[in-house]
């Protein structure tokens, strides 16, 4: 049976999930927004047949086997509720939540009513952390005990950051870790494991702001294995495009040390030999992340199709957000904090 997807929100990242279903090859049958006009405006220049501004509407008219719900946090919990409660299974936007308890209640009711909830969370499916997580299993580095990553995003300075793309940033009380950081969190998870402990300290560098915009976080892994974050979003790095990869990233083992530059390209050092580039498909340049995105969708697609492994399901992806609450205790703790203490036992 072809799937049929309809689509929840109508803001600026809308029309990256747009374009990833279109290369999917499955096009979205209806888009909802309680903005009529902007649904219509993103409808028609991506070839979505039809908007609606209730939801209970499009699901009757549209009987969607999947849903996308591209909504800011606080808009998402009734509408994945809905979905689930008719057991559509859903693909929820991040952050996930308004809140932890919220993530939790959604988790908890998807699992009651055994309907697929996945956290549209794209960065490990970038075709440069795919390619890392290749190499890693293929043995390239040997023993892998490090990784990091510097973001520089450009876009936080002054008193119009973020008003031409995301103006609510300005007014997050939590920002670059929850908005942003928390991509990092779930790629270090994917590429080192699970994280045993966290040690943070935040910034809020623009006064124009209500959050923090930098951050240094050290994560602890099995194995004495570290994953780094160093952030923020005022200065840039050397990119044509600083938007695509939003900064660089070394993994480091006992063979060698794998960077990624800017530009996503990606370049090995073998231990005590010259550096050289490591040569991959490093996808799209005109799609977010590299098609992302896309890559995503295909991937839950398999899943509802063939049963295919699952990943970032909603239990898993909860995960990341025990290791985000543990961020901002650390800070405010000014300590090194266990996850036991910050993760529900089974």
Known sequence: MTPRIAMVGAGYFAQFQLEGWADAGVPVQALCDLDPARAQALAARHGVPCTYTDLATMLDAVQPTLLDVVLPPAAQQPVVEAALERRIPVICQKPFGDDLAQAEAMTTLAEQLKTPLVVHENFRFTPWFRECRRLIDAGLLGRVFGASFRLRTGDG?????????????????????????VHFIDTFRYLLGEVRSVTARLRRLNPAIAGEDAALVQLEFDDARTGVFDGNRLNDHVAADPRRTLGEFWLEGEGGV???DGDARLWFKPHQAPEYEHVYDAGPT???????????????????????????CARDYLQNLYVQEAVYASHAQGRTLSLADFTPSS
Not at 157 to 181: I, N
Request: glycine letters at 10%; one cysteine or more; charged letters at 20%.
């Open 157 to 181: 300075q002054g008193p119009r950051a973020y008003l031409d793309r995301q103006p609510y940033f300005q007014t997050m009380p939590r920002l670059l870790v929850r908005e942003t950081g």
């Open 286 to 312: 005109n799609r977010a992340f590299g098609g992302a995105c896309g890559r995503l969708q295909v991937h839950v697609l398999a899943h509802l199709h063939s049963g295919a492994p699952l990943e970032n």
């Open 258 to 260: 794998l960077r990624m």
